[in-house]
DNA sequence: AAGTGGTCTAGACCACTCG
DNA sequence: GAGTGGTCTAGACCACTTA
């Protein structure tokens, strides 16, 4: 199997970066010095850069270095949440942690976690408020072993995102994820939390978030109120 | 303002496209006779070929060439669907042309599509059908002017998507498209059309589509049933 | 074999940041 | 001024397609 060389070069720091070598936030080392590190030319490192740096692991900043993505960066606090409001004015985001108990995994989450049905898993609920109003409940399963030591308290001492906690107590970092909307009744503690009616009309989104090596390790229900809010995506 | 090489070449060849001197589907200039046209190395237009491709507008073939994209091409019939079934099996996805009719653009048709508010619109009415089943009821808005001509047998004749009727006939060609969503409740048309009762919950999904020069040409109003069905979104 | 895109190199110079 | 990423070049060679 023909791979060039530039991507064995993203291959390797891949690997440094999911071994911890270079920690979100700092800069790794410059191209140049890469080059000499991995015998290649600048030209080669500076491709697999490029591709990773495309792909949100990496953020290059001319004149000062490359550096890795993190979620304690302001600018990427809510780096995967797409609701925006209707009239697209800026709302101060607040997640409001609600709980944070042991449950055994389901057959849903179990498949999507790559678990055992039974194994532990830590169930999270919270509320996301724009401006206080409050527009999201979430319902957020974690594989127990990697996030052991998580406690509600733990959620509420923090003021950043969730995936900021996850990254700086547990050395996890949510690299990509994939969702599936779509439209559903309101039920349950949903209808009280959003303060909607029961059966009225919210966006279901189910989020698997990935970490290093495409290994999956949350899985997300979330619903939207979707009356002042909207769902943003581009195409291309 | 400084611009590097390779975007001022970039924005030659976008203009190109746009004056349709490179048709869809078919190969533009091999990139050392563009380098000569451009009177640059082949480097700097092979890296405005790179931004091109990344953004879909092009499509490299080793060997062969870099083509025009199309919606022509059976590969990208449905490119900005995002729906999928629930099980990933495949289904054979079928446009089914309702309507189609002149009306006067209202507030939010004329502010989208750039028009005034009465000016003359096209509306046509489809459904989408996976494997028979209804599923997308579409109101699509279409700037009269640039769709002089359109008629509901037109439509009816092609077995291809929509926009590849547009490209074909009207040499319209989409490339980019912004959605919004949301949830609502089911009311009038979708709701006989999709055969599910009122008030019950459809994904909505508002779109705007853009050709060359970042020009709307198309606003749409799906209603998406998501019984079976959900909308694939991945991030990073 | 000829033509295309894809990779890799080495070197020059530019733009930006910071001390 | 020194160090970083960003651009541009010229040339060599590889991988793939077609004839």
């Known amino acids: 199997m023909f791979s060039p060389l530039y991507r064995q070069i993203k291959e390797l ?59 304690n960066d302001p600018r990427s606090f809510y780096r995967f949440l797409r609701l925006t409001p209707d009239d697209g004015s800026a709302r101060q985001t607040r997640s409001e942690p609600l709980s944070c108990r042991m449950v055994a995994a389901t057959d849903t989450v179990a498949r999507v976690l790559q678990l055992q049905v039974g194994d532990p898993v830590i169930l999270v609920e919270r509320l996301l408020r724009f401006d206080g109003e409050p527009v999201v409940y979430d319902e957020i399963f974690l594989s127990a072993e990697q996030f052991q030591g998580l406690t509600l308290d733990l959620l509420k001492e923090s003021e950043r995102s ?64 979707t009356g002042n809010y909207h769902y943003f995506n581009e195409l291309s």
């Not at 906690?165 to 990509?176: H, L, Y």
Request: proline residues 4%; hydrophobic residues 40%.
């Open 13 to 71: 720091m891949m690997r440094a970066l999911g071994a911890g070598e270079w920690a979100p936030g700092t800069s790794i080392p410059s191209e140049s010095e890469l080059a000499i590190r991995f015998g290649v030319s600048q030209g080669t490192v500076r491709k697999a850069i490029d591709e990773m740096a495309a792909e949100n692991l990496l953020v290059r900043r001319q004149g000062k270095g490359t550096f890795v993505a993190s979620h």
């Open 162 to 225: 969730l995936y900021s906690v996850f990254e700086s107590e547990f050395g996890m970092r949510m690299i990509r994820a994939e969702e599936r909307l779509r439209a559903v009744g309101a039920e349950g503690r949903a209808c009280e939390l959003l303060a909607v009616p029961e059966g009225s009309p919210l966006l279901l989104v189910e989020r698997v978030t990935y970490t290093y090596g495409d290994k999956p390790v949350e899985w997300r229900r979330g619903c939207y109120a």
